[in-house]
């Protein structure tokens, strides 16, 4: 399986502002995703990180609001740009496919849990 | 879209108890995979199943694609077990985007 770690693994903010969270994999991984999970909630698509290019978003969901980079095959950011307290959620990333990896199995960061005030 | 459903929703349990929990899906799927959400919201890989019987220890499953459900049986139930389990299923259009269930919140008691 892959090693995947997220930064920050939480955090509180204010309203209108902006975080980026970041996803690093111990090595290249084919794709990754960005999940939400509203509190209490089941797991949400945000979009399909592709790498040197645009990002593929999911019903829903806009680039100026959730705007994402994968600049090579090991890290990507999500950004949650002007954040209101709906913004509250665990954000995940995870990472299919890769060197010598099974192509069928996703596999989950630890989540960043962020709180807008 | 898809449409995945878990039941029960909710389950406790007495330390030693066997379960069952259900998946139900609306149309047919390339993959589909089980998860342990635990308490501080990591999500575990228990099985890649999109179809037939698994085993892992305690833990196993079983997946009816003909049918449209699969099964997760937990025999001999630990407090550890405790958390959500989310079935999640990638469509028959592909592109390798899970879609996931309602989940089932467990609780297990000493």
């Known amino acids: 399986s892959a090693v995947i770690s997220q930064k920050p693994s939480r955090d509180i903010c204010q309203r209108g502002t902006s975080l980026t969270i970041q996803c690093q994999v111990d090595?290249?991984?084919?794709?990754m995703f960005w999940y939400r999970q509203q509190p209490g909630q089941s797991l949400t698509l945000i979009a399909t990180?592709?790498?040197?290019?645009?990002?593929?978003?999911e019903s829903g969901f806009v680039i100026d609001k959730f705007p994402i980079s994968r600049p090579n095959l090991t890290f990507s950011t999500l950004t949650v740009s002007n954040m209101s307290p709906e913004d509250s959620s665990i954000y995940l990333c995870?990472?299919?496919?890769?060197?010598?990896?099974?192509?069928?199995?996703?596999?989950f960061g630890p989540g960043t849990r962020l709180l807008v005030l | 879209g898809i449409q995945v459903e878990q039941s029960p929703p909710d389950l406790i349990l007495q330390e030693g108890a066997n379960s069952t929990l259900r998946c139900n899906f609306s149309?047919?799927?390339?993959?589909l995979q089980w998860f342990h959400q635990n308490p501080w919201g990591q999500l575990i890989n228990l099985f890649y199943?999109?179809?037939g019987t698994k085993q892992n220890g305690r833990l196993s499953a079983t997946t009816v694609a003909t049918e449209r459900y699969s099964l997760l049986y937990i025999s001999s139930s630990q407090t550890t077990d405790s958390g959500v389990y989310f079935c999640?299923?990638?469509?028959?259009?592909?592109?390798?985007?899970?879609?996931f269930g309602t989940g089932t919140r467990l609780l297990v008691s000493p």
């Open positions: 995870s990472v299919l496919g890769g060197h010598s990896r099974r192509w069928e199995t996703q596999y």
């Open positions: 090595s290249q991984v084919t794709m």
């Open positions: 990180a592709n790498q040197g290019s645009e990002a593929t978003y």
């Open positions: 149309d047919s799927v390339n993959n």
């Open positions: 199943i999109p179809s």
């Open positions: 999640a299923v990638e469509g028959s259009t592909g592109f390798q985007k899970l879609v």
